[in-house]
């Protein structure tokens, strides 16, 4: 997203600082200034709004999303394959050891 100049005079973020934690803001996990910033260049810049907005849906898109668990045999296969996949990454036997450990 392009930075505009006139948000950092008026906010003291630009579009990048606000992009990079705009899931911060709408979790409602920034300190008190920094949400004020925030609040301030959104009402000055249509794209960050765009993209907070699209962010938000997302995000409760997911929200909203059935949760679902494997089944207990599924569950225990999992668990049996993760902890062979550990052993061998811990005894040098893995060769995607250096992806996936
Ligand atoms: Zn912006």
């Known amino acids: 997203m392009?930075?505009?100049?006139?948000?950092r005079i008026h906010s003291g973020l630009t579009c990048g600082d606000l992009t990079d934690r705009a899931?911060?803001?709408?979790?409602?996990?920034?300190?008190i200034l920094t949400k004020v910033r925030f609040g301030?260049?959104?009402a000055s810049c249509a794209h960050c709004r765009?993209?907070?907005k699209q962010i938000d849906l997302v995000s409760s898109a997911l929200r909203n999303l059935p949760k679902l668990?494997?089944?207990p045999v599924n569950r225990?296969?999992?668990c049996q394959q993760f902890?062979?996949?550990h052993v061998a990454c811990v005894s040098g036997i893995c060769h995607a050891r250096r992806l996936h450990c």
């Open 76 to 78: 225990l296969r999992l």
């Open 2 to 7: 392009k930075d505009h100049s006139s948000q």
């Open 40 to 42: 301030l260049h959104l």
């Open 23 to 31: 899931s911060e803001y709408l979790d409602d996990r920034l300190p």
């Open 69 to 71: 668990y494997p089944s």
């Open 50 to 52: 765009t993209y907070v």
């Open 83 to 85: 902890a062979a996949h």
